[in-house]
């Protein structure tokens, strides 16, 4: 198995751009995560699919941020405007239910 | 709330020097334990699940333990390819598919 795949594995914008995070689960999973991962607040959970439906965004920073599962092996996050605080690892992980999560490698996003 | 606290932040261990990390939580009913590793520029690699108190799991150096409010990984002999950051994450039983991840101990073992 491939595992949980993520592109792009690094971003640099400049503040205001849109950005697009991108992840393909690993097959045959039905839930998905969105992680950020910074130094000073650790790993937070972002939001969770579950057959492609949103169950929970509440850690969703603002409206700036959106994400999306079409079908069950694409999902995206967004960020419109992106700012320098929104600088962080970005990690996607699939899981079977609610058995054991695996990450993906990650997207570095920095905002100049 | 559910919380999970992991100490020490950072250990810096002799190779051969065994030593155990501590994953202190909070959840509102137990549904499972889970360690990772990750290592620098990578996402988190799964390590073990733990689901109830009095449960161990092992791999090659590595051992987790489970009671009613915390969770050590024990690291027996540990070589320096064992340095990483080693997560704790609980899972609540209600339901819900969300983990709550502590912030991790920064474990370096010297040659």
């Known amino acids: 198995d491939a595992g949980v795949i993520q592109s792009p594995r690094h971003e640099v914008t400049e503040m205001g751009q849109e950005v697009t995070l991108r992840c393909k689960p690993i097959?045959?999973?039905?839930?998905l995560f969105w992680y950020r991962q910074t130094m000073m607040r650790g790993l937070e959970l972002l939001i969770y699919?579950?057959?492609?439906?949103?169950?929970?965004d509440s850690g969703m920073p603002e409206d700036r941020f959106s994400a999306k599962m079409p079908n069950a092996s694409f999902s995206t996050l967004k960020i419109q405007p992106s700012e320098p605080r929104d600088s962080a690892v970005y990690f996607c992980?699939?899981?079977?239910?609610?058995?054991?999560?695996?990450f993906g490698p990650g997207t570095r996003l920095t905002v100049l | 709330e559910d919380q999970v606290t992991q100490s020490p932040e950072a250990l810096r261990l002799q190779e051969g020097e065994s030593s155990s990390l501590n994953c202190s939580y909070t959840?509102?009913?137990?549904?499972?334990l889970f360690w990772y590793r990750q290592d620098p520029g990578k996402g988190p690699e799964f390590l073990f699940t733990?689901?109830?108190a009095g449960e161990e799991k092992e791999k090659e150096r590595l051992k987790a333990t489970l009671t009613k409010k915390e969770s050590f990984l024990h690291i027996t002999a540990p070589k320096p390819e064992d340095s990483a950051t080693y997560l704790c994450?609980?899972?609540?039983?209600?339901?819900?598919?969300?983990?709550?991840f502590g912030t991790g101990t920064r474990l370096k073992v010297l040659a």
């Open positions: 699919f579950n057959n492609n439906v949103p169950i929970d």
């Open positions: 959840v509102s009913g137990l549904r499972g």
């Open positions: 994450a609980v899972q609540a039983s209600s339901g819900t598919y969300k983990y709550i």
């Open positions: 097959s045959g999973h039905n839930s």
């Open positions: 992980a699939s899981s079977r239910n609610t058995d054991t999560q695996y």
């Open positions: 733990l689901y109830s």
